[in-house]
């Protein structure tokens, strides 16, 4: 039923114009970052063949990539999350959704992996263009992997959120501007707070997100993410459960 529900999901994310519209504005604007850093990069390797360890091309071009990329997901996925819940409540096709023999939870993992399948669908293209760069040089896949591994749990954070915040409200517009200020908020307090023990960086998705952009695989920046995104489930999962108490 999960599967179904995702599948649905999916298919109701990928039917919409605007989502073609959107892909293509984040395709041109990674594109553009990246031919923007790769000649910025061939402009000074003459340098850097000079100095001993200097930065190779996967910290020089890559890591600022998925950097630009995990800032489009913060602006782009509450887009995708507000309908998930919000529009069926506002369509009334939520109660019906609640009186079928599926679970709550199964409702909010079946739209959770629809939203996260969409979500690796659209940041596809990005570990592609980065390994074009295997043509020419050679790539540090540590790095790299490392990277695309902290985007994954970013966006699994992101849709969590936006899916919780969707399940409190029959507006999307509103769920949209929520989840938008919350992740926003977040960062914004991270980049404001100059003390390296400040308690606003370990809220901050973004700051978590760092050591990996860096090459360090943290269990500790990964468990917040799987923390944050599993409170955020089930929380969405007990707001459905309470919206099926009330009819």
């Known amino acids: 039923m999960i599967a179904l529900i995702a599948a649905r999901e999916l298919r109701s994310l990928l039917s919409m114009p605007s989502t073609w519209w959107v892909l293509a504005g984040l395709q041109f604007m990674l594109a553009w ?8 990069f061939l402009e000074i390797q003459p340098q850097l063949a000079q100095i001993a360890n200097a930065p190779g091309v996967t910290a020089s071009i890559a890591r600022d990539v998925c950097n630009v990329a995990a800032l489009l997901l913060m602006m782009l996925t509450p887009l995708f999350t507000m309908r998930v819940i919000a529009e069926e409540r506002r369509n009334q096709t939520l109660t019906l959704l609640l009186s079928s023999p599926v679970s709550s939870a199964q409702i909010v993992l079946g739209k959770f992996v629809g939203l996260m ?114 409170v955020c489930l089930l929380l969405a999962m007990q707001r459905l459960n309470a919206h099926r108490l009330q009819k």
Not at 33 to 40: C, E, G, N, S, W
Request: aromatic share 10%; glycine share 8%.
């Open 33 to 40: 970052i990246f031919l923007t850093r790769l000649d910025a």
């Open 117 to 230: 399948g969409f979500l690796l669908l659209l940041m596809s293209t990005t570990p592609l263009m980065l390994l074009s760069l295997q043509i020419g040089t050679t790539l540090d896949f540590g790095l790299l992997c490392s990277n695309i591994f902290g985007l994954i749990l970013l966006a699994s954070c992101y849709a969590a959120v936006g899916l919780y915040v969707s399940s409190l409200t029959a507006q999307p517009i509103i769920a949209a501007i929520t989840t938008l200020g919350v992740l926003l908020g977040s960062w914004l307090a991270d980049m404001s707070s100059s003390a390296l023990d400040s308690p606003w960086h370990q809220v901050s998705p973004l700051y978590h997100f760092q050591n990996f952009s860096n090459g360090l695989l943290d269990t500790g920046d990964a468990s917040f993410f799987v923390l944050v995104s599993g």
